[in-house]
């Protein structure tokens, strides 16, 4: 299916590694001109060389720390008028109620509202102007399905969610639309690091541990993160413009609610 976006600029953040290379490769094969983010420079330009050699598209990285205004500054330097926002960010670690002090929060929160919610803030007359706009937050499907040792996480995605679809209902009346992708145990660098942490504390190999982060799916794997690039690919389409407000689950089957 040709999605109706060849041509279209799109910024995606952090997109040197996991879902968001996924999703910067998925528009980049679509013809999207593509502003890719993270913070390690070396990283980064490794990743911009790889997308520019498997799509053939122009791929601009920018290395930038986005829950700070000078980096949210230098990706709409790069990219003054997209059309398309990706917006995405690490998460804070599992931890306990007791581990979370003012200061944590704060940093939560920068991370995963306020990043999300500011550039929103500065693209988004823009895309209604131009009658155009897609854009799309990568939570979580803690967001729907909270855990305990997530709470950070769940709080600071959510209320992103909270925020997009407030403005969601004003914003598709120009065309543009507003969606959530809500991840669950992508093959990723963060299922790695899950991976790796179960180790430490049970004592088990890295498959024992891979094996029972997938058992704990339906599916029983892991999701390819090809898979995830192309629904976000989707969302941004042309095709896509009737759907706003939406908290779409890529989650082999985990969550177990109807709505």
């Not at 109620?97 to 919610?117: F, K, R, V």
């Not at 997938?214 to 009737?242: H, K, N, Q």
């Amino acid at each position: 299916m040709d999605l109706g976006i060849r041509g279209r600029k799109a910024i995606v953040c952090a997109s040197s590694q996991g879902l968001g290379y996924a999703c910067a490769l998925a528009l980049a094969e679509e013809g999207c001109e593509v502003v890719i983010n993270g913070r390690q420079e070396g990283k980064l330009q490794a990743a911009a060389q790889a997308l520019r050699e498997a799509t053939g598209a122009r791929i601009t990285p920018v290395a930038a720390d986005i829950s700070t205004d000078a980096g949210r500054g230098a990706l709409l330097a790069a990219c003054p008028a997209p059309d398309i926002l990706v917006n995405n960010n690490a998460g804070p670690p599992p931890g306990q109620l007791a581990d979370w002090d003012h200061a944590t929060w704060i940093a939560a929160l920068e991370n995963n509202l306020l990043a999300g919610a500011l550039l929103i803030r500065e693209v988004l007359p823009g895309m209604r102007e131009r009658r155009f706009g897609r854009v799309v937050n990568i939570t979580s499907a803690m967001v729907k399905q909270p855990h305990a040792a997530m709470g950070l996480s769940t709080a600071a995605r959510a209320a992103l969610t909270a925020f997009t679809r407030s403005l969601a209902g004003q914003a598709i009346v120009d065309n543009v639309t507003m969606n959530n992708l809500l991840p669950e145990r992508f093959d990723t660098p963060r299922q790695e690091f899950m991976a790796q942490r179960m180790m430490r504390e049970q004592g088990i190999t890295r498959e024992q541990a891979r094996q029972q982060i997938a058992d704990t799916l339906p599916a029983r794997r892991f999701g390819d993160p090809a898979e995830f690039g192309a629904a976000c690919a989707f969302l941004c389409g042309a095709r896509s413009g009737f759907m706003t407000g939406q908290n779409l689950q890529l989650d082999g089957g985990s969550y177990a609610g109807l709505v």
